[in-house]
């Protein structure tokens, strides 16, 4: 389910919003200029000023392998985070937040 759309931003990050029935916000994805170990996240996540959440760079699996941003929002009013990934259009001038319910079964 596509629950964002993003356009790229001057510092080499992502614009947008995220919409879904509670959460209607503009966000911005912006570099991580702080990154002391190799699992700190390549890009934090802000709503305004808030620090809402953190996206590493990802490669998908199988035969037509593609990078995208494994993203993690997560707020007090959240039961759980949400666990969502960024794909960038082809020509990289756009990108769609897209979340999928994961089955613990």
């Not at 759309?5 to 919409?19: H, L, Y």
């Not at 702080?34 to 709503?47: E, M, N």
């Not at 993690?72 to 949400?82: C, E, Q």
């Amino acid at each position: 389910m596509q629950i964002g759309t993003f356009t790229p931003a001057k510092d080499g990050g992502w614009i947008g919003f995220i919409r879904t029935l509670t959460i209607d916000a503009k966000v911005r994805i912006v570099p991580n200029d702080d990154r002391s170990h190799d699992k700190a996240p390549d890009f934090r996540v802000f709503v305004g000023d808030s620090r809402v959440g953190e996206a590493w760079v990802a490669t998908s699996r199988g035969a037509d392998q593609k990078d995208y941003l494994h993203v993690r929002l997560d707020d007090p009013g959240l039961v759980h985070p949400i666990v969502a990934a960024l794909f960038p259009s082809e020509n990289g001038k756009a990108a769609q937040l897209v979340w999928r319910r994961r089955n613990n079964q």
